[in-house]
């Protein structure tokens, strides 16, 4: 798909201003390849360093008709505060230096070693985005499903729900977010807008330890990897959830198109930004199999920039996230 615009940008683009040379490019470049939202969010520098304080509008004023003669009444918009909190995810990476030395070319042999970590944190971190809850878990940012997990929540109406198997931990979700710094959007602390968050900083030669009893030690190379992050709902009627049984999906009893045309149209201004779906492997097969139906009019398939093919409902991508966990969500409650 395309890159996003400078006036909307991703990590990657954060990454591309900071380093012109490459480095710190080509490691946002492996992380965004590890997960499409850590590709596709737009990311914002917060107004705090831990924090990110929002003023979201909760209310419209809705206007008199006047009458002749009459006056009308003064109305003012409804508001609200929101703190989004950053969390702080850290991971050191060892490498044996006689090994490192002996390929040739340490920084690329390390980089190649290395690769896992960074996939690793930027699967992390889209759990995090969706998954996340500083209720239960302070240390992390708050992302979408604790956000959108209560019908009776004034977001509710952005939950659509399937009616068929109401059995426990059965269900799955499709994720519908608009990234724009109107919308939804990743943060960053304020005063790191050279790094976006991120941090690696190379520690050079240490003295490792082997880990085995007697304990022995060997020269070795370490990297220190900081990701800063946190997640902020703007406007939540730009985000919506689809969930539903998905046995219930694969026997037809549930329609998931109809389900998803639901969420679309329960969208403000979905055009907005850029709109992605994002949910299981089980779910997006379904719909990948049901793209290839050429009678279907709301599923297509697009070459993506890299040649693969990408379904898109209405136009938009829908894409698979590793870290989603299918066939294991409770109902959500009324």
């Not at 798909?1 to 201003?17: N, V």
């Not at 705090?48 to 206007?63: K, Q």
């Not at 040739?104 to 992390?124: C, D, H, I, K, V």
């Not at 992605?276 to 279907?296: F, H, P, Q, S, V």
Request: proline share 4%; charged share 20%.
């Amino acid at each position: 798909m395309a890159a996003l615009s400078d006036t909307r940008p991703t990590y990657l683009d954060w990454a591309k201003r900071r380093d012109p040379d490459g480095g710190m490019a080509t490691i946002m470049e492996i992380m965004s390849k590890a997960t499409p939202i850590v590709e596709d969010m737009v990311v914002l520098e917060a107004n705090g360093p831990l924090h990110h304080r929002t003023t979201v509008r909760s209310g419209l004023p809705s206007g008199t008709w006047r009458k002749l003669n009459y006056g009308v009444p003064v109305e003012k918009g409804k508001t609200k505060q929101v703190n989004d909190v950053i969390g702080s995810l850290e991971t050191y990476a060892e490498v044996d230096k006689m090994i490192a030395d002996l390929n040739g070319n340490t920084a690329e042999w390390r980089m190649s070693e290395e690769r896992g970590f960074m996939e690793g944190l930027a699967q992390t971190i889209a759990t995090a985005v969706i998954e996340g809850n500083t209720d239960t878990d302070p240390e992390k940012f708050m992302g979408f499903a604790p956000r959108y997990n209560s019908l009776g929540a004034d977001n509710g109406r952005m939950i659509v729900q399937g009616t068929g198997s109401s059995g426990a931990d059965t269900n799955s979700s499709i994720w519908g977010i608009v990234w724009d710094s109107n919308a939804s959007h990743g943060l960053f602390p304020k005063g790191m807008s050279g790094s976006a968050g991120l941090k690696v900083q190379d520690l050079g030669q240490e003295t490792l330890l082997d880990g085995n009893t007697p304990t022995g030690y060997y020269e070795g190379y370490r990297t220190h990897y900081q990701w800063m992050a946190g997640l902020s709902v703007r406007d939540w009627r730009k985000a919506c959830r689809v969930h539903t049984n998905v046995a219930d999906v694969v026997t037809g009893t549930i329609n998931i198109l109809d389900l998803m045309a639901d969420a679309y149209n329960n969208l403000h201004m979905p055009n907005s930004g850029k709109l992605c779906w994002y949910t299981t492997r089980e779910m997006k097969t379904i719909l990948d199999i049901e793209a290839m139906n050429k009678t279907n009019m709301a599923l297509a398939q697009q070459q993506q920039d890299n040649g693969g093919p990408v379904t898109t409902f209405w136009g938009a991508p829908v894409k698979h996230l590793e870290t989603m966990v299918t066939w294991t969500e409770a109902r959500i409650p009324a």
